[in-house]
Each structure stands twice: as structure tokens, then as C-alpha cells.
């Protein structure tokens, strides 16, 4: 009877995990804008944007060049990799376009339509989070905590929650390898080799996986002729394609040099830079600079037991050694900066070295050591604040654009009085200290009229009457009732071309929120909505 309700809490604490990842992305969502905030679209490649992309609702990062995932986002969108629009959309182009295969699953799960594609782009990284919780109970099923700590420490490792939080390659292209490896096991070396290759199209340092294959002579591999056969099976889908990518967009010039250099020359300069980071770093709570301190700590710990404890008979071992090897090699542009891409670029090491570190009572505390990193995954999955997540706008595309000046409309908090965004669930919300305002901004040469909603709510046991204004003209007044049960709507607002200012005022100062809130606030403005109905 113990050990059955031992099993039982060990399911509920793997379904309490996945539940916990599940509640952290969703978090993420914007109404009217999808998940694409993991996408990281910097608003200061708007210029250069895929058209497709710039009539698609989705969240830009404001003063931001981005991050990688906005390329092979718009690739999904639109993946005819000759047209001259890419080409001027995509940094480096011929480099990224290697990585095609996320893009076209992307692509067909989106039916063809840009912003589907666009979506099902953010979104592949947790449906693959999923399935490779399923699969990793293959190898760590939950009969004892230990491997309830491997399973664990595999999904919330900061290089995967990296993939995740910024919608990157490496989290697909580790189930892949789960997968190709679970496949050996079995006894299915062809279709190993075949996920292998198929994974290479997703990265193509995913074709290291090819030392995992068991090396000609042994028993069960048999002579050359079959393991050339599968070690061609894993090379030629990658090497093909970047030879046709060659023929046909050119050469991809210097991109991806600085990924490498000598031995160790990466890696000793980060330590450096994590060094000095921890001696100037004076604050008694996690900072970036200790929790990318834990991370490398992390790493080195499955490179040593790695380099220590040789395996070479052992595909896991094989697997791992070949990403350990690549870290030797790995140069400043994947180590530097916090987070750096090292921990996702060596996913399938830590993957291995939670599979080989033997079980037993010692043994667990270089598991815990070399799992570390994991501390700052919380920091990574936290939610930014930002003003985007503020406010829905919808309407059709017509309205929200400029199509001739490759505006849209928008919506954005007035500079005084607003504290930070807060978020819960699906609801959003700004507190207010006095006087705010909400701009509307129409690009268009016409007026549109629009709907507008919004909630305001009271703190604690605070009483007092609120109104808004729309270009100085009243539009909305009453008493506030206590917690979030106060809903405006304003129907039939009509947005001029250019800016539309509402105002909003309440009968009384500031007080304190209460509750161990120092704030000082009014009422807070809860899920402000724009729908556009019609040109004037």
C-alpha cells in the first residue's frame, strides 16, 4: 500500500510539473496577438518586416533589434526562400535557412496562412515541451524520485526553457534526438539514423547525433557497409540541402564563424566574464550574473563526469561525449551574455548525463550539481512587463493598417501616473496614482469608429466616483463599487486620423493600496479593449 501511494504522488508531482509549465506559457498569451511575445520581434526591423508580417497581429518589442526567432518566423510565413521580400526580411538568409524544417511544419500546420504559420511557430516549442515529457518516461519512468529528479531536471533545464521562452530550434530538435535514440534502443537502427537526419534539417548540429550509432565491428552492428549506410542516411539530408542552398541563394559568407574557435578559447573568456561579473555584483538575491554562474557551473559538471567516465560502448555516452566535444570548440558568439545560448546549443549533453550518471545515494549529489542550472529557469519563464500586454485591438486588417505607410493603429499609456503592468491568467491591468491617460493612435486619412471597453477596479476598502474623458468631452462617469465589478463600455467611439486621448480622473487623492502595498493608487484599469467596427 506505501508503495502504491508512493507511485501515485510520484504521477501527481510529474502532472503537477507539466501543469506548472503549461500555467507559465500561458501567461504569455496576448488577446488579439497570440503567443507571438515569445517570439521576440524587434519593432526596429519594422522597415524590412515580410508584408505578410506586417499586416499580422503579433507583439514587437519596442527600441529592439529582436531576437533569432523573428527570421525563422517569417521564413514559416513565407517560405519561398527565392523571393526578394525574404531575402530583405531575414538576417543572413542562406545561414538560417539551413534550419528549414521547424519552419515548414510551421508552415503546413498553419494551412498555408501566414499568421496561422506565424502561431504555430511560437507554440511547436511547448508542443514538443509535451511530448518529450511523454518520451522521457522511457528512460526516467516514475517508480522512484530519482527519476522523477532526471525527468524533471531534462524539462525544466534552462537551455530547453530557453528554447521555449524565446520560440528557438534547440527544444524540437531535442525531442528528435530523444526520439532517434529511442529508436536505437530498440533495435530499429535505420530509423534512428533517418530521425538523425531528418533532425539535421532542424539544426544541423543536430547530425552529431550520428556518433551515437554503433561503430562498425561490435556484435551487433555488424561490418562497414551498414553502419556507412545509416551514417549516410543521418548526413546527406543536411549536406544536400545546403549544397541546393548554396546553388541557390549564394554563400553564406561569415555567418555562424564566430559560433567556433580554438579549444576552450570560448569557454575560458566566459569564465572570465562570469567571474568578474560575480566580483562586481553586490546584491544578496539571484542576480543574472549567479544564476549564469550556476548555469556554466552546471555544464562543466556533465562535461567532467563526461570526459571522466568513459563510455564508449554505450550510445548515450557517445551522444553526449559528441556535444562535450563541441563545447571545447564553442566560440564567444554562443557563450557571451547572460542568457547565453551554450545551455540550449548542449542540450542533448544534459540530456545524456542525466540518462548515464549512475543511481545510488553519492551519486545523486553530482546529479543535483550538474542540474543547477535549473535555478534559472523560474527567472526565464518569468513574464516581462510590458505594455503590450495591456490593451486588446481588434478589427479588420483594412482598419488596422496603412497599407501605404506601413503603419498600424495603436494604443499606448501615457507617460505619467500609470504604475507597472500586472497580469493574472487572461486579465490584465495598470494601477493608476492620479490623472492617467490611454492614447489612441489612428494612421489612417479617414475617421473609424470603434467600440471601447475597459474595467476599473478599487483597492481594499477605498470609496470614490471616477470619470473619463475623450478629447476633453465627457464619455463615462460613476461610483466604483468595490473589487474588479465596475465595466465601461463606449460604444461608437470615433477615432479621428492621428491621436484620441481618454482621460482618466477620479474625485479623490491617492491612498495606500493596503495589503503590505506601498503604493499609492487610485483605481487600476483592467482589460482595456479596442474593437474597430467601420471607416467614417
Same mark, same amino acid.
Given at each position: 500500500m506505501i508503495g502504491v501511494c508512493a507511485q501515485a504522488m510520484r504521477w501527481l508531482a510529474c502532472l503537477a510539473c507539466a501543469a506548472l509549465f503549461i500555467w507559465s506559457v500561458a501567461r504569455y498569451y496576448i488577446p488579439g496577438?497570440?503567443?507571438?511575445?515569445?517570439?521576440?520581434?524587434?519593432?526596429?526591423?519594422r522597415a524590412v518586416s515580410l508584408p505578410e508580417l506586417k499586416a499580422a497581429e503579433h507583439v514587437e518589442m519596442p527600441k529592439s533589434d529582436g531576437y533569432d526567432a523573428q527570421w525563422y518566423a517569417q521564413i514559416a510565413m513565407h517560405p519561398r526562400l527565392g523571393d526578394a521580400a525574404l531575402q530583405r526580411a531575414v538576417d543572413k538568409l542562406p545561414y538560417r535557412a539551413r534550419r528549414i524544417l521547424f519552419e515548414w511544419t510551421a508552415w503546413?500546420?498553419?494551412?498555408?496562412?501566414?499568421?496561422?504559420?506565424?502561431?504555430?511557430?511560437?507554440?511547436?516549442?511547448?508542443a514538443c515541451w509535451l511530448l518529450l515529457a511523454v518520451l522521457l518516461f522511457r528512460w526516467f519512468p516514475p517508480s522512484s524520485w530519482g527519476n522523477f529528479l532526471r525527468w524533471a531536471a531534462v524539462l525544466f533545464s534552462f537551455g530547453l526553457i530557453f528554447s521555449v521562452r524565446r520560440a528557438l530550434l534547440e527544444g524540437p530538435c531535442l525531442l528528435m534526438t530523444a526520439a532517434a535514440m529511442a529508436l536505437l534502443e530498440s533495435g530499429r537502427p535505420w530509423a534512428g539514423a533517418l530521425v538523425m537526419g531528418l533532425g539535421g534539417l532542424g539544426k544541423e548540429t543536430n547530425a552529431l547525433g550520428a556518433l551515437a550509432l554503433e561503430p562498425p565491428g561490435s556484435a551487433r552492428a555488424g561490418g562497414w557497409r551498414p553502419w556507412l549506410g545509416r551514417l549516410a542516411l543521418v548526413l546527406l539530408p543536411i549536406g544536400a540541402w545546403m549544397l541546393c542552398l548554396r546553388l541557390?541563394?549564394?554563400?553564406a559568407g561569415d555567418a555562424g564563424l564566430g559560433n567556433f574557435a580554438g579549444p576552450f578559447v570560448g569557454l575560458s573568456d566566459k569564465l572570465v566574464d562570469v567571474a568578474s561579473g560575480l566580483v562586481s555584483d553586490r546584491a544578496g538575491f539571484p542576480t543574472d550574473a549567479?544564476? #549564469?554562474?550556476?548555469?556554466?557551473?552546471?555544464?562543466?559538471?556533465? =562535461?567532467?563526469?563526461? /570526459?571522466a567516465r568513459v563510455r564508449w560502448r554505450d550510445a548515450w555516452w557517445r551522444l553526449g561525449a559528441a556535444y562535450a566535444l563541441m563545447l571545447v570548440f564553442l566560440g564567444d558568439a554562443v557563450w557571451r551574455d547572460y542568457p547565453s545560448a551554450a545551455a540550449r546549443v548542449l542540450l542533448p549533453m544534459t540530456m545524456a548525463f542525466n540518462v548515464l550518471v549512475p543511481r545510488g545515494r553519492w551519486w545523486t549529489l553530482l546529479l543535483i550539481a550538474g542540474n543547477v542550472g535549473v535555478v534559472g529557469s523560474a527567472n526565464l519563464l518569468k513574464v516581462p512587463e510590458s505594455e503590450s500586454q495591456c490593451y486588446t485591438l481588434a478589427g479588420p486588417k483594412e482598419l488596422l493598417r496603412n497599407e501605404l505607410e506601413g503603419t498600424r493603429v495603436d494604443i499606448s499609456y501615457g507617460p505619467r501616473n500609470w504604475w507597472a503592468p500586472e497580469r493574472y491568467g487572461p486579465d490584465y491591468w495598470r494601477w493608476?496614482?492620479? #490623472?492617467?491617460?490611454?492614447?489612441?493612435?489612428?494612421?489612417?486619412? =479617414?475617421?473609424?469608429? /470603434?467600440?471601447?471597453t475597459f474595467g476599473l477596479a478599487l483597492s481594499g476598502d477605498d470609496q470614490r466616483s471616477a470619470t473619463?474623458?475623450?478629447?476633453?468631452?465627457?464619455?463615462?462617469?460613476?461610483?466604483?463599487k468595490h473589487a474588479a465589478d465596475n465595466w465601461a463600455s463606449l460604444p461608437g467611439v470615433v477615432l479621428r486620423p492621428g491621436d484620441t486621448v481618454l482621460l482618466f480622473q477620479s474625485d479623490r487623492p491617492a491612498t495606500s493600496a493596503g495589503g503590505g502595498d506601498s503604493r499609492q493608487v487610485t483605481y487600476s484599469v483592467r482589460d482595456f479593449k479596442v474593437v474597430l467596427r467601420d471607416r467614417m
Amino acid at each position: 500500500m506505501i508503495g502504491v501511494c508512493a507511485q501515485a504522488m510520484r504521477w501527481l508531482a510529474c502532472l503537477a510539473c507539466a501543469a506548472l509549465f503549461i500555467w507559465s506559457v500561458a501567461r504569455y498569451y496576448i488577446p488579439g496577438r497570440g503567443f507571438t511575445y515569445l517570439i521576440e520581434f524587434g519593432d526596429l526591423n519594422r522597415a524590412v518586416s515580410l508584408p505578410e508580417l506586417k499586416a499580422a497581429e503579433h507583439v514587437e518589442m519596442p527600441k529592439s533589434d529582436g531576437y533569432d526567432a523573428q527570421w525563422y518566423a517569417q521564413i514559416a510565413m513565407h517560405p519561398r526562400l527565392g523571393d526578394a521580400a525574404l531575402q530583405r526580411a531575414v538576417d543572413k538568409l542562406p545561414y538560417r535557412a539551413r534550419r528549414i524544417l521547424f519552419e515548414w511544419t510551421a508552415w503546413a500546420l498553419g494551412g498555408g496562412d501566414p499568421e496561422r504559420a506565424m502561431n504555430a511557430y511560437a507554440l511547436q516549442n511547448v508542443a514538443c515541451w509535451l511530448l518529450l515529457a511523454v518520451l522521457l518516461f522511457r528512460w526516467f519512468p516514475p517508480s522512484s524520485w530519482g527519476n522523477f529528479l532526471r525527468w524533471a531536471a531534462v524539462l525544466f533545464s534552462f537551455g530547453l526553457i530557453f528554447s521555449v521562452r524565446r520560440a528557438l530550434l534547440e527544444g524540437p530538435c531535442l525531442l528528435m534526438t530523444a526520439a532517434a535514440m529511442a529508436l536505437l534502443e530498440s533495435g530499429r537502427p535505420w530509423a534512428g539514423a533517418l530521425v538523425m537526419g531528418l533532425g539535421g534539417l532542424g539544426k544541423e548540429t543536430n547530425a552529431l547525433g550520428a556518433l551515437a550509432l554503433e561503430p562498425p565491428g561490435s556484435a551487433r552492428a555488424g561490418g562497414w557497409r551498414p553502419w556507412l549506410g545509416r551514417l549516410a542516411l543521418v548526413l546527406l539530408p543536411i549536406g544536400a540541402w545546403m549544397l541546393c542552398l548554396r546553388l541557390w541563394l549564394g554563400r553564406a559568407g561569415d555567418a555562424g564563424l564566430g559560433n567556433f574557435a580554438g579549444p576552450f578559447v570560448g569557454l575560458s573568456d566566459k569564465l572570465v566574464d562570469v567571474a568578474s561579473g560575480l566580483v562586481s555584483d553586490r546584491a544578496g538575491f539571484p542576480t543574472d550574473a549567479k544564476l #549564469d554562474a550556476l548555469v556554466l557551473a552546471g555544464l562543466l559538471v556533465q =562535461f567532467l563526469f563526461l /570526459a571522466a567516465r568513459v563510455r564508449w560502448r554505450d550510445a548515450w555516452w557517445r551522444l553526449g561525449a559528441a556535444y562535450a566535444l563541441m563545447l571545447v570548440f564553442l566560440g564567444d558568439a554562443v557563450w557571451r551574455d547572460y542568457p547565453s545560448a551554450a545551455a540550449r546549443v548542449l542540450l542533448p549533453m544534459t540530456m545524456a548525463f542525466n540518462v548515464l550518471v549512475p543511481r545510488g545515494r553519492w551519486w545523486t549529489l553530482l546529479l543535483i550539481a550538474g542540474n543547477v542550472g535549473v535555478v534559472g529557469s523560474a527567472n526565464l519563464l518569468k513574464v516581462p512587463e510590458s505594455e503590450s500586454q495591456c490593451y486588446t485591438l481588434a478589427g479588420p486588417k483594412e482598419l488596422l493598417r496603412n497599407e501605404l505607410e506601413g503603419t498600424r493603429v495603436d494604443i499606448s499609456y501615457g507617460p505619467r501616473n500609470w504604475w507597472a503592468p500586472e497580469r493574472y491568467g487572461p486579465d490584465y491591468w495598470r494601477w493608476c496614482r492620479g #490623472d492617467c491617460t490611454i492614447v489612441i493612435h489612428n494612421p489612417q486619412p =479617414f475617421s473609424i469608429r /470603434a467600440d471601447v471597453t475597459f474595467g476599473l477596479a478599487l483597492s481594499g476598502d477605498d470609496q470614490r466616483s471616477a470619470t473619463v474623458t475623450i478629447g476633453g468631452a465627457p464619455a463615462w462617469s460613476g461610483k466604483l463599487k468595490h473589487a474588479a465589478d465596475n465595466w465601461a463600455s463606449l460604444p461608437g467611439v470615433v477615432l479621428r486620423p492621428g491621436d484620441t486621448v481618454l482621460l482618466f480622473q477620479s474625485d479623490r487623492p491617492a491612498t495606500s493600496a493596503g495589503g503590505g502595498d506601498s503604493r499609492q493608487v487610485t483605481y487600476s484599469v483592467r482589460d482595456f479593449k479596442v474593437v474597430l467596427r467601420d471607416r467614417m
